[in-house]
C-alpha cells in the first residue's frame, strides 16, 4: 500500500470562501453580536436536546409505534478511528478560530476591514474541518485528509 500526495484539485470535498477585499460597515458588523443571541440560544436548546434527549424520545416513539426504523446508516469504524488526530488537532484550532473570530469582529469595527491573516485561517480551519468530516463522517472520499489549512 503506498501513500498517494494528494494535491487540492483532487480533493472530494472543497471549501472556497472570498474574501472581502472591500471597506465593511462598522455599523452593521456591530449589530452582528446582537443577532449571534438567537442563534446561540438555538444552539444551546440543541445541544441541551442531546444530552436530555426529547428529541431522541419522539424517534423512540416513532420506532415502537410504527414499528419500523426511521434511518439505519452503517459506517466503517474503522474511518472514525483513524480520523481522531485530525479530530484532536481541529478541537485545538478552533478555539484559535473562536479567538479569530473576535479579533476580526474587533478589527472590523474599528478599521473596516477584514485582516486577510484571520480570514485565511478561519476559512482554512472550516476547509480541514469539511476534508475530515467528508472522510469519517459523509463518506465521499478514501482518501486520507492532509493536516492542512490550505486549500
Same mark, same amino acid.
Given at each position: 500500500?503506498?501513500? $498517494?500526495i494528494v494535491s487540492p484539485a483532487t480533493y472530494a470535498v472543497r471549501l472556497e470562501i472570498a474574501y472581502a477585499d472591500r471597506p465593511l460597515n462598522r455599523v452593521t458588523s456591530a449589530f452582528r453580536l446582537v443577532l449571534v443571541v438567537p442563534i446561540l440560544l438555538l444552539f444551546a436548546l440543541i445541544a441541551w436536546d442531546r444530552s436530555s434527549g426529547l428529541l431522541t424520545v419522539s424517534v423512540g416513539l416513532l420506532v415502537v409505534f410504527r414499528r419500523k426504523p426511521t434511518l439505519v446508516v452503517r459506517l466503517p469504524l474503522v474511518k472514525w478511528f483513524l480520523a481522531i488526530p485530525? /479530530?484532536?488537532?481541529?478541537a485545538v484550532l478552533f478555539i484559535?478560530?473562536?479567538g479569530a473570530s473576535i479579533?476580526?469582529?474587533f478589527a472590523i469595527l /474599528?478599521?473596516? !476591514?477584514?485582516p486577510r491573516a484571520l480570514f485565511?485561517?478561519?476559512?482554512?480551519?472550516m476547509r480541514?474541518?469539511? !476534508?475530515?468530516?467528508?472522510? $469519517?463522517f459523509t463518506l465521499v472520499t478514501d482518501q486520507y485528509p492532509? /493536516?492542512?489549512?490550505k486549500p
Open positions: 500500500m503506498s501513500a $498517494a485530525h /479530530f484532536v488537532v481541529l484559535g478560530v473562536i479579533g476580526a469582529w /474599528f478599521t473596516g !476591514r477584514y485565511d485561517y478561519i476559512v482554512g480551519v480541514w474541518d469539511q !476534508r475530515v468530516t467528508g472522510y $469519517a492532509t /493536516f492542512s489549512l
